[in-house]
């Protein structure tokens, strides 16, 4: 019979926040999967339980991956862990969950810490609908159109950022979508955790003074519902006038659609039509 892969949740700083499910899984199973061996060595060490670890990380998840399915599929079971929190939440993951489910082996999450989810609890902004967005991409040009894209979104929007990328990362935002309310919110479960309520123009303005330390978590508000809802023909007109004022029509569509919250696609088609 096939073995049972297990997605272990670990703490996102404090260890206390170990579960005893969590012991009981690594305890059990006949090899843990880490993303960094020598990180979770020292959660195994702190629990006393000794166990084969197994790398699985982003860059040998190609040839990491069949050979914990060729366990799985001889009847053992394994642990996936992560460096912190979820595995498959901006973890490795999700392309072994992928395989497994592919090969009908059974899939078994033990929850832990999740940051994303903490610092929107956290947040005081509407929690009834949210996206996780993750980390921005690196490239400028692929990271400012995402983040028109995001313009219009009306959901609360979560983001990862590391410290280095934090100032850059608010100001992008607030070049491109204005000001905004959101909670920051640094180093959770740890001694110097914080969650700061302020908007992107003062966020800036702090973090021009202020070096940012530390992992942190950003949770923005969604836009504001427009109140005067546009029309197809008033939106192809307000493309027209760009296309007069020097856009091409893909960036004309592009920009009514994400400053209306309107259909980029059935706009095109429209305006092509
Ligand atoms: N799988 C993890 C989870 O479930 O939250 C996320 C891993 S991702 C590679 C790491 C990012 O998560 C950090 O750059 C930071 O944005 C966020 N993060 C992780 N731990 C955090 C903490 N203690 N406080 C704030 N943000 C944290």
Redesign the pocket.
């Known amino acids: 019979m096939a073995g049972i892969l297990y997605l272990v949740?670990t703490p996102?700083?404090n260890l206390g926040d170990i579960s005893p499910r969590c012991v009981e899984v690594l305890s059990s199973v006949d090899f843990v999967a880490a993303e960094d061996t020598r990180v979770s060595i020292k959660i195994l060490n702190h629990l006393g339980i000794k166990k084969q670890l197994v790398s699985y990380y982003e860059h040998n998840q190609a040839e990491s991956g069949p050979k914990i399915m060729e366990r799985l599929m001889a009847g053992e079971s394994c642990a996936l862990v992560?460096?912190?929190?979820?595995?498959a939440?901006?973890?490795p993951g999700e392309g072994l969950v992928d395989l497994c489910v592919k090969a009908g082996i059974r899939v078994v999450c033990i929850p832990g810490?999740?940051?994303?989810v903490s610092?929107l609890a956290l947040s005081g902004l509407p929690t009834g609908r949210f996206t996780f967005e993750g980390?921005l991409p690196v490239n400028k040009k692929q990271r400012g159109e995402q983040l028109d894209e995001l313009k219009a979104e009306k959901r609360t929007m979560i983001f990862?950022?590391?410290p280095h990328k934090l100032k850059a990362t608010l100001n992008d935002m607030l070049t491109v979508w204005g000001d905004r309310e959101l909670s920051i919110?640094?180093?959770?479960?740890?001694l110097h955790e914080e969650t700061v309520r302020t908007t992107l123009a003062a966020a800036c303005e702090y973090y021009a003074a202020n070096e940012p330390k530390?992992?942190?978590?950003l949770v923005v508000r969604g836009a504001e519902e427009t109140e005067h809802v546009i029309s197809m023909d008033e939106a192809l007109e307000l493309v027209r006038t760009l296309q007069k004022e020097g856009k091409s029509l893909k960036d004309a569509v592009k920009r009514v659609a994400s400053d209306h919250g309107l259909s980029k696609n059935e706009l095109y088609d429209m305006a092509i039509k």
Do not use: H, Q
């Open positions: 949740g996102i700083g992560t460096d912190a929190g979820m595995p939440i901006s973890d810490p999740c940051a994303a610092a980390f990862y950022e590391a919110s640094r180093e959770l479960t740890k530390g992992e942190f978590v």
